[in-house]
């Protein structure tokens, strides 16, 4: 286990070819504190064209999912930190939101695949810190989401509302809006029907099964077509995208290693 940030509240570390991203912050519900958005924010910065720490760590630990996780029973997050929100002044907070925003939009822009699990309710930013991910796993059924940012007068401030657009493209950015301003919860049926919750499991050791065996599929992938197609996210236009479909295609088929695996699943079976 190789850690990249070793917080009591907040960590972040390499494990079995997964990144876990895990809070752990009891006394607070989760919240995401001035601390974690500098561990962040230091995390994330890119320089000289250089690749932020946290990817840097992702590729050196050939990390193949991402997976934030609570490790607080009964929440996943409860959003920006209130009491520190409180008593510090706007100069002592003036890179806590855009620290979050720009991990959050990390967790979505790196070459593994991400993940969050959720086991329990998240919280104005705490949901938006659940939106962030690729994709959403709900283990039991106690999970919602919760949009209370506008009781604190304020909108979504770590990219949530375009997240929301993104994941479901039917909610357009004019229901959006008005599940914010509704301050709307999502149960978890609900979470499921929108697709912004993709799986869901009844227990811890189911949702780590599939994880491993996520995993376990990844790895079985040459190196290069985790790349190639971990790549396509950079191509925004679907003309592009079915030109770059087809050239990669044609790259490798009938080439050296899809003769091999041909051979060796043919094989296996005359085995049988
Ligand atoms: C752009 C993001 C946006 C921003 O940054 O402005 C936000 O995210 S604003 C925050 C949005 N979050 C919420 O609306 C959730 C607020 N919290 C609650 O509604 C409740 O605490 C709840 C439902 C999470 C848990 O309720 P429960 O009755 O089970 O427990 P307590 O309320 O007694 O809380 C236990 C303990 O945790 C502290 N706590 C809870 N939430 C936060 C928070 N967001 N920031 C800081 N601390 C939080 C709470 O103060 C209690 O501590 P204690 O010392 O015992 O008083």
Redesign the pocket.
Known sequence: MIKLVDGEEFSIIAKNNICFVTLNSA???N?ISLRMSSIMQSITIEENGNPSLFEKFINEQNCLLIVVKSDVEG?FS??????E?EKNEPEACKYY?SSIKAFCKLLHSTNAPSVTLLSG?S????V?FALATDYRWGIGKSYDF?F??T??G?P???GGMLRLTELCPQLSPRKVSSIILGKLKFDNSQLLNLGLVDKEFNTKKACQTALDEWVHHILDCPKYLIEELMNRKNIENLTDLEEYDTHIFNKYFLKDEHKIRIHKFLSSKKKK
């Open positions: 006394t607070t519900k919240a929440i409860s959003g920006g930190n209130l009491s929100l939101s309710p919280f104005g930013g705490g938006e919760h209370t940012q009781k604190f304020i979504t401030g770590w």
